[in-house]
């Protein structure tokens, strides 16, 4: 779209652009969702959407 986009990665968790986090096998997780993954307790709802985005890391990983 625009010419001059700045290096910011869209994460795979929230979807959202950020502009620091980790890139795992062409895959992009931003630094807030990385914390959020660790601080999040396995009973929270949100952890399933995490171990859902985590797959398309593993996916990626395999192929
Ligand atoms: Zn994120």
Redesign the pocket.
Known sequence: MEGNRPAWDT?I??T?A?RY?LHIFGKF??E??EREMVATDVSDPRYRHYIECMKEIWLAALS
């Open positions: 994460c968790v929230c959202q950020k986090g997780v931003c807030d969702c």
